[in-house]
């Protein structure tokens, strides 16, 4: 079966510009969120893991080409969601970290690499401790003086929920620690599962009884451990493999990852019967496949294998990087595939125009799920020729018609991995793209710029904002957090008042309010006298608006928060930017000269202003719009702070103020904040949980902070 192509996301996300992976990263971390809570708040999650998986991939893509989308709210500095108000908090004295993950054989070699790079070891062959991935849920086991006296889950990963009465009834978690050399603080890690066997009968109880029926082991796991009366719980056969260990008052004297695991054994846990030691890359591979090929015999889900390094001083020399082990790497098992029959395909069009091919499936089950749209990518993917995406076969092509095998993994929507050319029907029709828009002004299709001003693989409509399609996703923007941040008016409800012709262009979401009378949006289904009354009070409050949110809310093509940022800084005032726009639009040289002078703004950038600024229709859009709102000056940095043109690096969780909060007050303290720490770096403040850049603060010597120091030291 073949793996999930990790390289293909990547690809995908490399294809946006600035502007729209911002909008991609503010959905995927709203859709991320949402999940994170039906996970582990409601144990209902609404997808399966690979779908999941996929969704974070992706979003770690986003963040790895635009560093600067990373804050303190992103779910990349979270692990799962806060815990659920059900359950007294426990602050884990260690993060409950999560680990990175592998899909195909060279990502593990890759780990390997990436390893030896990091340690140099004197030694030939590293050694590693393989370990089934139990699909569980987490526990923190604290004991002090050999007994049980907190059980917690991994919660956001900082802190968890107290299910200590619950985790005391299950046979495997000991109350009390055997032997004498327990550390007088130990804490245990591991997981609670629930076998298929008990899952099968508790599903075939709740059943007869009415009660909620659990999707799979992992849900009833959770679902069980999460109750309010531990009698429940007690009922429900629960199992523990213990894997690793938090807090501990004294080292023991064990060096290994497989030593900790027979430690466990003696002082009365269990630990995970498959797991082995293994001396090579290649013998963790033929682990891997045979433990693939094992797993439906097991009585206990799993959905990988945990590679860790296994001398336990190694993986303290190679620590964490982005709130994962360096040392650890979880080999997921492949995504589901399935076979199904491409009946259509149509096209959507995305903020800026760009074409994006959806292919239209006879609906098929994947992995639980029931999917009938794949992207398709582009006209050259569809051709057999390249493009994005993980290319097709030497020889193959798409055709409508053809029996495909698709795959949920690595992206956000499935993509076809294979197309069975032998069961190509006669009549397959091969796909021409349209000559005219889909959308209802019917335009020239034209190609795609790339962010390096080269013709790109994609279409695109040119109808800019006159295109009902592209105003709908810019009035997504234009609401969105980093933009005018409207609360009350999400997506559904833009796309309502788009549709009945409310909500046209942003200056209309200003004259809502006065035309009501007539609107009566109180009578719109999920609205009411209050909602609609909060939502005027949140309009109101941004008719003042800073004038790089403001930049960035105008939509423009390459113009993102930090080109906004850029601008801003750069002109202070809309008037003064507003007239270097029109400016460079009729090509005046001096202009264009003024605007590349710019930081960080070039011509590409200064091209896509000219066009924008060149299309009447963008101009009366943003003409009408500066009417209702007032676009304050961009706040020149501070030149005599006590930190105004130092470098400062921020890491790890701050607790009194969010990322980006940090950066703009930094920012506004005429500091520079970077993403990663250098020579040049004057400050890291870093926050608990700080891991790679903390240890790079201590290589190059650079002075590190708290937060409570950073604070003083800015005066606040
Ligand atoms: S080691 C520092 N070992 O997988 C991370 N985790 O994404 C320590 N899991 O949260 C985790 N089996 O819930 C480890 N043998 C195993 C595991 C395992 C399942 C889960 C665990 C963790 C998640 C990591």
Known sequence: ?????????????????????????????????????RYYQDDAPTVTDAEYDALRERFNALEERFPEFVDAESPSQKVGAAPSRRFRKIRHSLPMLSLDKAYKDDDVR???????RFLRPNEPTLDF?????????????????????????????AVGEDVTANIRTLEDVPQK?????????????????????AFLALNERQEAAGDTIFANPRNSAAGSVRQKDPRITASRPLGFFAYSWGELSDSPPITTQTGMLHWFEDIGFETNPLTKRCHSVDELLAFYHQIEEQRAKLDYDIDGVVYKINRIAWQEQLGFASGMPRWAIAHKFPAEQAITVLRDIEIQVGRTGSFTPVGKLEPVGVGGVIVQNVTLHNEDYIRGIGGDGEPLREGRDIRIGDTVVIQRAGDVIPQVVDVLIDKRPKGAKEYHFPKKCPCPLHTDVIREETATGEEGSRLRCSGEFACPYQRIEHLKLFVSRKAFDIDGLGEKQLEHFFEEGWVKEPADIFTLHQRNTKLRL????????????????AIEARREIGLERFINALGIRQVGETTALALARGYSSWAAFHEACFKVAKRDEEAIAEMDALDQIGETVIKSIADYFSESHNRRVVERLTQQVSVLDAEKPKSNSAVSGKTVV?????????RDQAKVTAERLGAKVSGSVSKKTDLVVAGPGAGSKLKDATKHGVKVLTEDEWLTLIGE
């Open 522 to 537: 109180e009578k719109v289904e999920g609205y009411g006298e209050t909602s609609v009354r909060n939502l005027f009070a």
């Open 650 to 658: 921020f890491t790890g969780s701050l607790e009194k103020m969010t």
């Open 110 to 116: 890759d780990f390997e690499d990436r390893v030896v």
């Open 129 to 157: 401790c393989a370990e089934p991935k139990i699909d569980g849920l987490s526990m923190s086991l604290r004991y002090e003086g050999g007994e049980l006296v907190t059980a917690a889950t991994r919660g956001d990963g």
């Open 177 to 197: 620690l055997k032997g004498r050399n327990v550390p007088d603080i130990c804490e245990v890690r591991g997981e609670v599962y629930m076998t298929k066997r």
């Open 1 to 37: 079966m073949a793996r999930a192509p990790r390289s293909k996301p990547l690809r995908d996300v490399a294809d946006l510009t600035k502007a729209q992976a911002k909008v991609e990263h503010m959905r995927l971390s709203l859709e991320i969120e949402g999940h994170n809570e």
